[in-house]
């Protein structure tokens, strides 16, 4: 079966039993400042999980693209990755525990012709908080499972939320795959052995955690199921792992074509080349956002950041010597998904050059910087000379001093860390030591590591961050018409550079307009003159500023500019320039185009990594 096959199907199947389909949504959450990415299909529709009407009805299902950042470390095995798809469908106050298992089982083995013998079943033992999942238990039994193939398990395995300290939560059911095709699954299941796979988990929110710690009955119980679509399609096909299912393999020959070493050589190259293209495509996908995320120090930009470095590092290991080989992988990456999602397609060029770019930059850093981490290096030292004993002198590591190395080399501290690990892994099969990094010593590490970050970002808050949350520093006459050039700057820009532009922060007075935006290079003369060619066009024109409002999805759907990161409300006020610009924009706006006066760029700098700043006036 192909991924697209099993996409269809799953959607088909859903669509059958009367649920709407909805389009994946951006990786990047919007109105969401507590998480940098989606990391599951219900993460978008968490409003209508709390209670809220979704326009679509109450029975959604869906292909979410997700990242998950914190499964970075776990990359190398067989089934773990950073980005992912997830097949999942969704009752809002509909249906319940009888139908979500029925379907789970009936798409698995009618729909996918898993035998039922080689499926298994966990669900809620229960506790002080919330007793055994009965319900659920005589569910799939009645289905057909049995009693042997069912084990309780408690909240560590079978229970999900709330999201924060409070909220809705419940018990959930996971499905598990026998995956060993020479020998048959055994009748009891066991779930410490690794041969069963978790492939499908249903989720049902029939509790709300209060402050004080009580599970009391939710008034709109909901399903949230969510199926992995690189590891079902591993299963479908009688594969051993995720990266040897199309949506891998082709990735995986562009490294073997780099590195001249075949997969499956040895344990280490295969772990080498599943984080390359595992952390290749990820990049991909977050830079393919039409949100304009470059590698930065910050938020997003730095998830980038480290993905890019981590997998140029494993291409060292591999021993590959071309240059700036990434944009190969993220190539192939593109010519496997741009059918699907073609977003990929259409920012491809901004893919490839800011792959180049980053990848150029860590090189020329990356031996010196491997070079100071060799330095903490454990040493093996005398007691006194010929004396047969010895004593081993670990270095003594701080947070101080890879924050150093971060500063000066751009290594991620989780990067420095793991090469440390490698390091001390090395030194004990040399000496028959065994010195590791305690959990202790890590956290102490990390934290002052990030006191040092902290007191790094506080000294250079404005220019690092380049957003200015004043906007407009007063409603004034000029400050009205400079708040208008800004608008069509953005739009100028986009024009002029790419549709990667998008505005990163402002800030507005009287005198001037300072402009921070989204991109990787100093603009040429020749740019900015062509900038102020097109705003002053506008001008010209004397076009009407005309302010709507709409709902924030209207708006969207128009396709209105706006500072997604910002916290909008569910209604909100677009201003349009003519055909020219159309943002989503609270400030007060010039009437018309023609009340500006000439445009003119006084300076154009950098304000931080990739992101730009402008400084204009009105003449």
Same mark, same amino acid.
């Given at each position: 079966?192909?991924?697209?096959?099993?996409?269809?199907?799953?959607?088909?199947?859903?669509?059958?039993?009367?649920?709407?389909?909805?389009?994946?949504?951006?990786?990047?959450?919007?109105?969401?400042?507590?998480?940098?990415?989606?990391?599951?299909?219900?993460?978008?529709?968490?409003?209508?999980?709390?209670?809220?009407?979704?326009?679509?009805?109450?029975?959604?299902?869906?292909?979410?693209?997700?990242?998950?950042?914190?499964?970075?470390?776990?990359?190398?095995?067989?089934?773990?990755?950073?980005?992912?798809?997830?097949?999942?469908?969704?009752?809002?106050?509909?249906?319940?525990?009888?139908?979500?298992?029925?379907?789970?089982?009936?798409?698995?083995?009618?729909?996918?012709?898993?035998?039922?013998?080689?499926?298994?079943?966990?669900?809620?033992?229960?506790?002080?908080?919330?007793?055994?999942?009965?319900?659920?238990?005589?569910?799939?039994?009645?289905?057909?499972?049995?009693?042997?193939?069912?084990?309780?398990?408690?909240?560590?395995?079978?229970?999900?939320?709330?999201?924060?300290?409070?909220?809705?939560?419940?018990?959930?059911?996971?499905?598990?795959?026998?995956?060993?095709?020479?020998?048959?699954?055994?009748?009891?299941?066991?779930?410490?052995?690794?041969?069963?796979?978790?492939?499908?988990?249903?989720?049902?929110?029939?509790?709300?955690?209060?402050?004080?710690?009580?599970?009391?009955?939710?008034?709109?119980?909901?399903?949230?199921?969510?199926?992995?679509?690189?590891?079902?399609?591993?299963?479908?096909?009688?594969?051993?792992?995720?990266?040897?299912?199309?949506?891998?393999?082709?990735?995986?020959? @562009?490294?073997?074509?780099?590195?001249? /070493?075949?997969?499956? #050589?040895? %344990? &280490?190259?295969?772990?080498?080349?599943?984080? +390359?293209?595992?952390?290749?495509?990820?990049?991909?996908?977050?830079?393919?956002?039409?949100?304009?995320?470059?590698?930065?120090?910050?938020?997003?930009?730095?998830?980038?950041?480290?993905?890019?470095?981590?997998?140029?590092?494993?291409?060292?290991?591999?021993e590959i010597e071309n240059d700036l080989w990434?944009?190969?992988?993220?190539?192939?990456?593109?010519?496997?998904?741009?059918?699907?999602?073609?977003?990929?397609?259409?920012?491809?060029?901004?893919?490839?050059?800011?792959?180049?770019?980053?990848?150029? @930059?860590?090189?020329?850093?990356?031996? /010196?910087?491997?070079? #100071?981490? %060799? &330095?903490?290096?454990?040493?093996?030292?005398? +007691?006194?000379?010929?004396?047969?004993?010895?004593?081993?002198?670990?270095?003594?590591?701080?947070?101080?001093?890879?924050?150093?190395?971060?500063?000066?080399?751009?290594?991620?501290?989780?990067?420095?860390?793991?090469?440390?690990?490698?390091?001390?892994?090395?030194?004990?099969?040399?000496?028959?030591?065994n010195i590791k990094l305690s959990k202790y010593?890590?956290?102490?590490?990390?934290?002052?590591?990030?006191?040092?970050?902290?007191?790094?970002?506080?000294?250079?808050?404005?220019?690092?961050?380049?957003?200015?949350?004043?906007?407009?520093?007063?409603?004034?006459?000029?400050?009205?018409?400079?708040?208008?050039?800004?608008?069509?700057?953005?739009?100028?820009?986009?024009?002029?550079?790419?549709?990667?532009?998008?505005?990163?922060?402002?800030?507005?007075?009287?005198?001037?307009?300072?402009?921070?935006?989204?991109?990787?290079?100093?603009?040429?003369?020749?740019?900015?003159?062509?900038?102020?060619?097109?705003?002053?066009?506008?001008?010209?024109?004397?076009?009407?500023?005309?302010?709507?409002?709409?709902?924030?999805?209207?708006?969207?759907?128009?396709?209105?500019?706006?500072?997604?990161?910002?916290?909008?409300?569910?209604?909100?006020?677009?201003?349009?320039?003519?055909?020219?610009?159309?943002?989503?924009?609270?400030?007060?706006?010039?009437?018309?185009?023609?009340?500006?006066?000439?445009?003119?760029?006084?300076?154009?700098?950098?304000?931080?990594?990739?992101?730009?700043?402008?400084?204009?006036?009105?003449?």
């Amino acid at each position: 079966m192909t991924a697209q096959e099993l996409r269809q199907k799953f959607l088909d199947f859903f669509k059958n039993k009367g649920h709407a389909v909805l389009a994946s949504a951006s990786l990047i959450p919007e109105n969401d400042p507590t998480t940098l990415f989606i990391s599951a299909g219900m993460h978008p529709l968490v409003p209508y999980l709390m209670g809220e009407a979704h326009p679509q009805g109450k029975r959604l299902a869906s292909v979410q693209k997700c990242i998950r950042t914190r499964d970075i470390d776990q990359v190398g095995d067989g089934y773990h990755h950073t980005f992912f798809e997830m097949l999942g469908n969704w009752s809002l106050g509909d249906y319940f525990k009888k139908e979500a298992i029925a379907w789970s089982y009936e798409f698995l083995t009618k729909h996918l012709n898993i035998p039922m013998g080689r499926l298994a079943i966990s669900v809620f033992k229960g506790d002080q908080d919330a007793p055994l999942d009965r319900e659920s238990i005589s569910i799939w039994r009645n289905v057909g499972i049995p009693e042997e193939r069912i084990v309780k398990l408690g909240k560590d395995d079978n229970w999900w939320g709330p999201a924060g300290q409070t909220g809705p939560c419940g018990p959930d059911t996971e499905i598990f795959f026998w995956n060993d095709n020479k020998n048959p699954a055994p009748k009891n299941f066991d779930p410490k052995n690794t041969h069963w796979v978790e492939i499908w988990n249903d989720v049902f929110m029939e509790y709300d955690k209060t402050a004080e710690g009580r599970y009391e009955p939710l008034k709109q119980k909901n399903v949230d199921t969510g199926m992995g679509l690189e590891r079902t399609l591993a299963v479908l096909n009688g594969l051993a792992d995720d990266y040897q299912t199309e949506l891998f393999i082709n990735q995986i020959r @562009k490294i073997e074509e780099s590195s001249g /070493k075949k997969y499956g #050589e040895s %344990e &280490k190259i295969i772990k080498a080349m599943r984080i +390359i293209v595992d952390h290749i495509k990820a990049v991909a996908f977050i830079m393919a956002d039409d949100k304009g995320i470059l590698p930065s120090n910050l938020d997003q930009g730095y998830v980038i950041r480290r993905l890019i470095r981590r997998a140029v590092r494993y291409g060292r290991q591999l021993e590959i010597e071309n240059d700036l080989w990434t944009k190969e992988i993220a190539r192939a990456v593109i010519e496997d998904y741009q059918g699907i999602y073609p977003e990929l397609g259409r920012n491809k060029g901004f893919i490839l050059d800011n792959l180049d770019k980053e990848e150029a @930059k860590f090189k020329k850093t990356l031996e /010196k910087g491997l070079r #100071e981490l %060799e &330095k903490m290096r454990p040493k093996k030292l005398n +007691i006194w000379p010929n004396h047969p004993k010895s004593f081993l002198a670990p270095y003594e590591l701080s947070g101080d001093k890879l924050f150093n190395l971060y500063s000066t080399y751009g290594f991620p501290i989780e990067m420095s860390l793991e090469e440390l690990k490698r390091i001390y892994q090395e030194f004990n099969c040399k000496h028959g030591s065994n010195i590791k990094l305690s959990k202790y010593d890590e956290d102490r590490i990390l934290q002052q590591f990030h006191t040092a970050l902290e007191k790094h970002q506080e000294l250079s808050r404005t220019a690092a961050s380049g957003k200015f949350k004043s906007g407009l520093a007063d409603t004034s006459e000029e400050t009205k018409k400079l708040h208008t050039a800004a608008h069509l700057l953005l739009a100028a820009l986009r024009k002029v550079l790419g549709e990667h532009v998008l505005q990163k922060g402002s800030n507005i007075t009287a005198e001037r307009l300072r402009f921070d935006f989204s991109h990787n290079e100093k603009m040429t003369d020749g740019q900015k003159q062509e900038v102020e060619k097109i705003v002053n066009e506008v001008i010209r024109k004397d076009l009407p500023v005309k302010g709507e409002e709409m709902s924030l999805d209207e708006a969207k759907k128009q396709g209105a500019m706006g500072v997604f990161e910002s916290k909008y409300g569910d209604k909100v006020k677009v201003y349009s320039i003519g055909d020219f610009s159309k943002e989503i924009c609270a400030g007060p706006h010039a009437e018309q185009t023609g009340q500006l006066g000439h445009f003119k760029i006084t300076k154009e700098q950098s304000s931080g990594a990739g992101v730009r700043r402008i400084k204009a006036i009105l003449e």
